[in-house]
């Protein structure tokens, strides 16, 4: 009874929210303005959901810089968590295309200014990768989910390129963020949010000026690597935590998958 209050509470709060960035947003260029509604909301499902926040390395960046955050993508409470561990940032999220028809998530999403793509539509990304640059150029930090969608098991996928791209055409550092502890308080395809704790580790910019030949799949390599290594002994600990036993055979294997 008390989560079907609690909610009830976000869904309430979520509707007027998403109605008022849309109204004020259509004056709002660059979404600066109404970016403290979608700061609320984080903030709110974060409480109301119990979900203790860990950020380590914040002190690695400069909050009077724009970045490319690449973040691991496990469940759909990253979105609130990252708006919860960046507060210096104003951050903007390149996103599908489809999540635009969503009622009010999606209305929410085009007026705050936030970047959608048409994965089918090569010129269409490329016109995305564009407003993209834009924003960055006004100040604003951009987050990226490289994986594409939210990984099923855990582990890491391969990383698309589109965001390492604006990386490099931009000048604009990237920086490897790892959220560990996501997928056990909501895995994909589940709707019930459980509380606990989930661990944002925040690893040193990477420069993407270099452009010598291969540069651009080095980059992809090395952002790859950093966020598994920092997902790989930490995502164990957050299973413990949760209670999950898992067999001694099963915690070897992946130990020999992600360190070999």
């Known amino acids: 009874m008390l989560y079907l209050f609690k909610l009830a509470v976000v869904g309430i709060v979520t509707v007027p929210a998403a109605l008022v960035t849309v109204l004020f947003g259509l004056f709002d260029p660059h979404g600066k303005h109404v970016y403290f509604i979608s700061r609320f909301w984080a903030w709110l499902i974060v409480a109301l959901g119990g979900i203790s926040i860990r950020v380590h390395g914040l002190e690695r960046l400069d909050a009077r810089r724009r970045y490319l955050f690449m973040a691991n993508h496990q469940s759909n409470v990253d979105i609130p968590v990252l708006l919860h561990s960046l507060p210096q940032f104003q951050l903007r999220w390149i996103a ?34 564009k407003k993209a640059a834009a924003r960055m150029a006004n100040g604003i930090s951009v987050v990226v989910f490289p994986e594409g969608t939210r990984s099923p098991d855990g582990r890491l996928l391969p990383f698309k390129r589109g965001g390492f791209l604006l990386a490099a055409k931009t000048g604009t550092e990237i920086v490897p963020v790892t959220i560990s502890g996501s997928r056990e308080l909501l895995p994909k395809g589940a709707w019930r949010l459980r509380s606990g704790v989930v661990d944002v580790y925040i690893n040193e910019p990477i420069a993407t000026n270099e452009r010598r030949p291969g540069a651009l799949r080095a980059l992809v390599d090395h952002v790859h690597r950093t966020i598994e290594r920092e997902l790989g002994p930490h995502g164990t600990d957050v299973s413990e935590r949760h209670g999950e036993i898992q067999a001694a055979s099963t915690k070897s294997k992946l130990q020999r998958r992600l360190f070999s």
């Open 96 to 129: 599908k295309r489809e999540l635009l028809w969503v009622p009010f998530l999606g209305w929410g999403l085009w007026a705050g200014k936030h970047i959608a793509v048409d994965r089918g539509d090569t010129a269409g990304a490329l016109g995305s990768l």
